[in-house]
């Protein structure tokens, strides 16, 4: 089910070998807990949001965008309870004076083994700094630690221009700041991470049932990109183990080589964050219902997501090493709609002759998927590497093409290959790619 440690290092070695992922500031050594996402990682990252925002917004149509600053002033970080509560247990190993998160280490040091600490304090995870030329408290302002506070913000603007009723939802992809005390396992946890959140805003009598349509919604959303039944569970947190907003929570969690662990958090928010701002702003964030003629403050349904965490779980359950031939080749069997590329173009040599039907079949594709375009190489080196990135499948174009004009298409999962005439081309990948 889950995957050997050994699984981790291979898909830490692979991101940085084919540009998925590169520590940050490698030149100077690093930047401990940062990681640059490269040529193939932007690709995958941006399908990944895409996806998300194509089942959240795109295909409905009670959910809308919404792109928050990541900056904002501590009033809203007062109100929305982060600055008294968003805090890990810090504690110091009082033998080698390393600093750790207390509820991760089960009492005992993980760098020496000692188990004496000093007592443990509240650490804010938040990010603080200093907006415009003066310092002071005046200028202060913090990033972002999570998005979900620019909808609530947002709220009564979205409701008015958008003439909404609940239940709606305002949904956001962005960038988040956590100071975390040991960020770890490669992207997992970093202190600059990718979220994508959904604030489902619902009459309160009705909160139940939103809760657990959501938590369904975004298991079946991982089950359909392609992560395995086996790989994914879920988790209720404990009704005295949950955050200071929430009525409820529910982890998607996923089987990573170091065992489950959480990928996705849905709670049930009820109306903490509309009543903390309305209350601190002096505005008024209600819903007037002029059927009923009442007025309510809604309550939250919040399925939050990492897109960068999501983009892990998704490689390490795409990758696989077998043996073929004799040879062990890697291949990444992700969904097409996450592949960083969905086609490879190949002639089958670098000769100039196969170059004006090779680069037309590459214009045929590009207006619909992805494309790479690849002439270096043995073609059998070039399907590895291509299998090893994702890629669903490669074109050769090979000698033959320029009489019948026909080419070969070749899958990466079976490795079969087929014949297709060029003008039936666009419409075949189509048929087998698109969802
Ligand atoms: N608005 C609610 C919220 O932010 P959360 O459980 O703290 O809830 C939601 O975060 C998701 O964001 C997590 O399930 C995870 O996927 C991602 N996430 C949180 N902290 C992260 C970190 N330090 N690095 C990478 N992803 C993180």
Request: charged share 25%.
């Amino acid at each position: 089910m889950s995957d050997t440690p050994d699984i981790l290092e291979s898909v830490i070695n692979l991101c940085k070998r084919r540009g998925f992922i590169f520590p940050s500031a490698d030149i100077y050594g690093g930047f401990r807990s940062t990681y640059d996402y490269g040529p193939l990682g932007v690709l995958m990252l941006r399908n990944v949001k895409n996806s998300w925002w194509r089942s959240m917004v795109q295909m409905r149509d009670d959910i809308v965008g919404l792109d928050a600053a990541i900056l904002g002033p501590p009033a809203v970080w007062a109100a929305s309870g982060h600055l008294a509560t968003f805090t890990d247990p810090l504690v110091d190993c009082l033998k080698c004076k390393e600093r750790w998160r207390e509820d991760k280490i089960d009492g005992v040091c993980p760098k020496c083994g000692n188990t004496t600490f000093t007592e443990s304090r509240a650490f804010n995870l938040m990010f603080k700094t200093q907006a415009g030329p003066i310092e002071g408290e005046g200028a202060t302002a913090y990033l972002r630690p999570e998005t979900a506070q620019g909808i609530f913000t947002n709220f009564a603007n979205v409701l008015t221009t958008m003439r909404r009723k609940p239940p709606f939802g305002i949904a956001q992809i962005g960038k988040s700041f956590r100071n975390e005390i040991t960020p770890q396992n490669f992207v997992f946890r970093t202190r600059e991470f990718e979220q994508m959140e959904m604030e489902y805003f619902v009459p309160p009598a009705e909160a139940d049932e939103w809760y657990r349509y959501w938590i369904d919604a975004r298991y079946n959303w991982y089950l359909d990109l392609g992560i395995p039944a086996d790989r994914l569970r879920l988790f209720e947190h404990p009704q005295h183990d949950l955050s200071h907003y929430s009525r409820g929570t529910t982890d998607v969690e996923f089987a990573y080589p170091w065992g489950w662990d959480e990928l996705e958090g849905i709670a049930n928010r009820g109306d903490y964050d509309l009543t903390q701002h309305s209350n601190a702003s002096g505005q008024k964030l209600e819903f007037y219902d002029q059927a009923a003629n009442e007025r309510y403050t809604p309550y939250v349904i919040e399925p939050a997501a990492g897109a960068t965490r999501a983009m892990m779980a998704f490689l390490l359950s795409a990758y696989e090493e077998e043996v073929v031939d004799g040879e062990t080749r890697s291949v990444l069997r992700l969904d097409p709609r996450l592949a960083p590329y969905q086609v490879a173009v190949l002639p089958l040599s670098k000769k100039p002759e196969l170059e004006a039907t090779s680069r037309e079949v590459l214009g045929l594709l590009r207006p619909y998927f992805m494309c790479d375009y690849d002439v270096t190489q043995s073609i059998g080196k070039r399907y590895r590497r291509q299998d090893e990135v994702g890629t669903p499948l490669c074109i050769t174009v090979d000698f033959d093409s320029l009489d019948d004009r026909a080419v070969t298409v070749r899958d990466r999962d079976t490795m079969a290959q087929e014949r297709i005439a060029i003008s039936d081309l666009a419409s075949y990948v189509i048929g087998r790619l698109a969802r």
